[in-house]
Structure formats: structure tokens, C-alpha cells
């Protein structure tokens, strides 16, 4: 083969090669900052760029995503000079690439020492007991504070939370002894509020058990008068059927005599069967008319006969 051929190959494989190594992709939520000749040239954004090769080179690879920073315990002072450890984290984010890349040198070193210096400013104007107490205004205060400053440096803070605070040994054994003061405090009030609700519920129970027994005995005596009167009612209602009834017989019974066209005599009779009625009761007198006179005789005498008679006729 030709020196001349294998020379053009090996000169379009490395033009290849070249142009391949210099093709970038960038991916979602990242950023490339390209520099020319040592130059900022553009910030890269997701897509496929092409460098030129021995001119243009990527600075630096930023991140989109927001990022947490955790940093070690720093020791402050409060204003009523008591020393703690404080230990803080933050959430951040680069909103300009280019500002982050050429803003500061080391942009983590810079935040880190910004949050220790934010937070002692912070801190040594509250007493012990307001820092333990005001994490809310610590934390808003604080990200308020490190936005601001971190802005020249293409950096957004998000949010700064205050994740342990730790006071000196005997303080923290004054705040135990103090909090199981307070449980015990509680624990009595609740076992009192316990006792008297107790208490308040045995007295309603025996007042509603009262309240039950009295209209139980109310209902009882109303039940007993109302059968004592259906009793009496029922009773006068049977003794005024039975008037009804006897005096429904004696009507029937003159209604028949009526019916059946009685002589003289026969009503002569059913008199004097009246005034043996009423012979039978006390009376010591007795009248009876002239007309019935001749009728009790004829009575008598008819007796007489019959007991003159021989029984076995």
C-alpha cells in the first residue's frame, strides 16, 4: 500500500477522533461554563454543543439541583455570655453559573464561614433562653441575611434551618431538672382534674339514679290511682248494667202482662203478691185498699179448704 494512503487514513481517523472528543452533551439540570483562549465564551445549557478543539474548554460543570450544605457545631456566645455549640444546615442553589464560577474562590469555604459569622451576630443579641425559644426568627433571619450576601455569587439560599443546639453541661442539667418539675407539676394538675371529674360524675350518677327512682314512684302511684279509678268505674258501669237489666226484666214482664189482656183479678192478684212484699219488711201497719179486702179472703178461705183436704187426694 501506498505511504501516501495510509497517511490520508490516519489523518481522517484522527480529524474523527478530534471532532468526536469535542462534541458535548449536556445534561438536565446542569450547566457547563465554557471559557475561549481563557476567556468566558457562554454557559452550555442541556443539549448537544460542539467545542472547538485546542481554543474553547469547560471551566467548570455546574449543578441546577438545589443542595444541601451541612455544617460542623460552631461555638457562640449569648448576650447573657453563656457559651453553645450550634450546628446548621442549609439549602441553596446556583442561579447563575458564570457568577459562581468567576463570583468567589471556593464558593462552600465562603458560605460556611458567611453562616458561623451570620450566626454569632445573631445569637449575641439574644439572651439563653430567647435562642433556645426563637429558632423561627434565628432561621428567617439567617437565610435572609446569606441570600443577600451570596447574590453576587450566582447563589440563591432557600431556606437555613438550626438542626441541634447544644448549652454547656449544667445548663442542660438546670433544663432537665426544670422540665421534670414541670412534668410533675402537670401530672398533679391532671391527676386532680382526673379526681374531680371523677367526683363529678359519682354525683351526677347518684343525682340522674334519684331523678329515675322519684318517677318511678311517681309512675307507680299515677298507674295504681288510674287502676283505682278504671276499677271504681268499671264497677259503677256493672252495677248500672245490672239496674239497666232488672229494670229491662220488669218492663219485659209488664210489657207481657200488657200483652196477654189481664182480668181484673189478675191484677188483683199481682197487688196483693205487691203487698206481701211489703209485709215482709218491717212495718208494723199495713193498709190495704177496700177493693183488695174481698180478695184476700177469697184467699184465705181457699186455703182453709186445701188444708182440710186429705193429703193423699
Known amino acids: 500500500m501506498n505511504f501516501g494512503v495510509i497517511a490520508f487514513v490516519v489523518l481522517v481517523l484522527l480529524i474523527l477522533i478530534l471532532l468526536i472528543s469535542n462534541i458535548v452533551i449536556v445534561q438536565q439540570s446542569r450547566a457547563y461554563v465554557v471559557e475561549r483562549l481563557g476567556a468566558f465564551r457562554a454557559v452550555w445549557n ?3 454543543h460542539l467545542k472547538v478543539p485546542f481554543i474553547e ?3 467548570k460543570k455546574v449543578s441546577l439541583k438545589e443542595q444541601v450544605a451541612d ?3 460552631q461555638p457562640v456566645i449569648t ?4 457559651t453553645m455549640q450550634i450546628d446548621t444546615v442549609i439549602y441553596f442553589q446556583i442561579t ?5 464560577t468567576y463570583g468567589v474562590e471556593h464558593p462552600m469555604n465562603a458560605i460556611e464561614n458567611l453562616t458561623a459569622t451570620t450566626l454569632r451576630n445573631i445569637i449575641g443579641d439574644m439572651e439563653l433562653d430567647q435562642s433556645l425559644t426563637s429558632r423561627d426568627i434565628i432561621n428567617s433571619r439567617m437565610r435572609a441575611i446569606l441570600d443577600e450576601a451570596t447574590d453576587p455569587w450566582g447563589i440563591k439560599v432557600n431556606r437555613v434551618e438550626l438542626k441541634n443546639i447544644i448549652p454547656p453541661k449544667e445548663i442542660q442539667n438546670a433544663m432537665e431538672k426544670q422540665m421534670k418539675a414541670e412534668r410533675e407539676r402537670r401530672e398533679s394538675i391532671l391527676q386532680a382534674e382526673g379526681t374531680k371529674q371523677s367526683q363529678i360524675l359519682v354525683a351526677e350518677g347518684e343525682k340522674q339514679s334519684a331523678i329515675l327512682k322519684a318517677d318511678a314512684a311517681k309512675q307507680a302511684a299515677i298507674l295504681k290511682a288510674e287502676g283505682e279509678k278504671e276499677a271504681r268505674i268499671m264497677a259503677a258501669e256493672a252495677e248500672a248494667q245490672a239496674i239497666m237489666q232488672v229494670q229491662q226484666a220488669l218492663a219485659d214482664s209488664l210489657k207481657l202482662l200488657n200483652d196477654a189482656a189481664p182480668n ?4 188483683k192478684l199481682k197487688a196483693l203478691e205487691a203487698m206481701q212484699k211489703v209485709a215482709d219488711g218491717k212495718a208494723t201497719k199495713i193498709i190495704i185498699p177496700s177493693e183488695l179486702q174481698g180478695l184476700a179472703g177469697l184467699a184465705a178461705s181457699a186455703k182453709a179448704v186445701f188444708d182440710t183436704e186429705d193429703p193423699k187426694q
Open 79 to 82: 448576650k447573657d455570655n453563656v
Open 96 to 100: 447563575d453559573p458564570k457568577l459562581y
Open 71 to 73: 455544617f460542623a457545631p
Open 264 to 267: 181484673d183479678q189478675v191484677v
Open 57 to 59: 474548554r469547560v471551566a
Open 46 to 48: 442541556v443539549g448537544l
